[in-house]
Structures are given as structure tokens and as C-alpha cells.
T-cell receptor, first 117, second 114 residues
Framework: NAGVMQNPRHLVRRRGQEARLRCSPV?????VYWYRQLPEEGLKFMVY????????ESGMPKERFSAEFPKEGPSILRIQQVVRGDSAAYFC???????????????FGPGTRLTVL | DQQVKQNSPSLSVQEGRISILNCDYT??????FLWYKKYPAEGPTFLIS?????DKNEDGRFTVFLNKSAKHLSLHIVPSQPGDSAVYFC?????????????FGTGTRLQVTL
């Protein structure tokens, strides 16, 4: 009964390279959320996706960041041309239903720690 | 604009005593509140939640209190145990059409000493 899986757990990139972070939700969950935690800060919402749809991307930086959750396979958070300020822990969460029903919560993965040199 | 605030970055409590973690919020649209616990190098783990229609929710050693008029909630852990040592995050969501979006505080690091 696997929980949310994220890989890689640690990712090192040089400035200007691309970073791809993957998230496999809990089996049966069709809602995925990405959060970013900068050092000494709380988690900040980035994007909420359902299968093949972006529901809310109000927390995504306007440039260089994109996310997808295809019909098959994991959700991907992609950061193009990374800069040092992108260094952070990126957490993925999943839930089976919309939280407005208040019947469930978001289950978080262990995170990917991105370091930009 | 920090809509969810945890003003105490750290707290130290003796084993067996009560731990009280506090959280304040500014957005009146928030109507659902959660507490998460986080160990180093792991993701947050859900602890307990409360809807704005309640003022208290209890689950074992954990109780969350909500004071809507003060926009304040607190998490009580009693008795505290060494395994409770972790960072605790308060989070909130609201009925804004994007209720699935959680807004987190900056966390309080709890250390339970022997």
C-alpha cells in the first residue's frame, strides 16, 4: 500500500539546466498538488492538477515552471533554466477527492531536494 | 503576505507535560484548518483537522481548538512524548473555489525533552 512517491529524492543542477521532478500519487488518487518549501519557510502552494488538467496554477512562477499530470504515468514538475533561487524542497501531495467535501486530506510525499549550483 | 502565522519558531517541553502550539490566520475565508507534523527529510504527515463550524476536535493525545472571532487555533498534545519532537505546521483552506489549496504557516519546531 504505497504512499506518494517522489523521485529523485535529491537533484543537483547547474544554473541554466533543466530540472524534472516526478510524483506518483497514492494508487487510486486522481488529484495532485505541488508545494515548494524554501529554507526556513513553510510550504507554499504551486499548482493543483487532476488527470490531464491543470485546476489551479496560481502559485506557479510565470516563467520557467510547468507541471503536468498525464493520463498515464507520474505527475511532472519541470523547471527550465534553473537559478540558485530555485533551490528548495519540492513536495507533492495527492488526494482522492476534492477537499471541499472535507472527507479527506492531502497525503504528502517525501519531497525532492533541488540544489542549484 | 503571510496569511497563516506561527509566531513561535520553537518550543521545548518536558516529557509528560502539555505542548501547546499556536497559529493565527488573517483570511476570513478560511474555513478548514489542519495540523501537519514533519520529520527531517520526510514529507508532512497529517495529524488532525477542524472545520470552522466546530471549536474543538480531539483525537487521542491531540486536540485542536479554534477561536474564529480571534482567528486563532491551537494544537494541544498531552502527554507529550519524545517521539513528538518534530516541526508542526498549521495549514488552512477556504471556500474560494480553490478550496484544495492549502496555505501553510512557517512551522514550530517542538522538542520534547526527557
Amino acid at each position: 500500500n504505497a504512499g506518494v512517491m517522489q523521485n529523485p529524492r535529491h537533484l543537483v543542477r547547474r544554473r541554466g539546466q533543466e530540472a524534472r521532478l516526478r510524483c506518483s500519487p497514492v494508487k487510486g488518487h486522481s488529484h495532485v498538488y505541488w508545494y515548494r518549501q524554501l529554507p526556513e519557510e513553510g510550504l507554499k502552494f504551486m499548482v493543483y492538477l487532476q488527470k490531464e488538467n491543470i485546476i489551479d496554477e496560481s502559485g506557479m512562477p510565470k516563467e520557467r515552471f510547468s507541471a503536468e499530470f498525464p493520463k498515464e504515468g507520474p505527475s511532472i514538475l519541470r523547471i527550465q533554466q534553473v537559478v540558485r533561487g530555485d533551490s528548495a524542497a519540492y513536495f507533492c501531495a495527492s488526494s482522492p477527492i476534492r477537499l471541499e467535501l472535507r472527507a479527506d486530506t492531502q497525503y504528502f510525499g517525501p519531497g525532492t531536494r533541488l540544489t542549484v549550483l | 503576505d503571510q496569511q497563516v502565522k506561527q509566531n513561535s519558531p520553537s518550543l521545548s517541553v518536558q516529557e509528560g507535560r502539555i505542548s501547546i502550539l499556536n497559529c493565527d490566520y488573517t483570511n476570513s475565508m478560511f474555513d478548514y484548518f489542519l495540523w501537519y507534523k514533519k520529520y527531517p527529510a520526510e514529507g508532512p504527515t497529517f495529524l488532525i483537522s477542524i472545520s470552522s463550524i466546530k471549536d474543538k476536535n480531539e483525537d487521542g493525545r491531540f486536540t485542536v481548538f479554534l477561536n474564529k472571532s480571534a482567528k486563532h487555533l491551537s494544537l494541544h498534545i498531552v502527554p507529550s512524548q519524545p517521539g513528538d519532537s518534530a516541526v508542526y505546521f498549521c495549514a488552512a483552506s477556504g471556500d474560494t473555489g480553490t478550496a484544495s489549496k492549502l496555505t501553510f504557516g512557517t512551522g514550530t519546531r517542538l522538542q520534547v525533552t526527557l
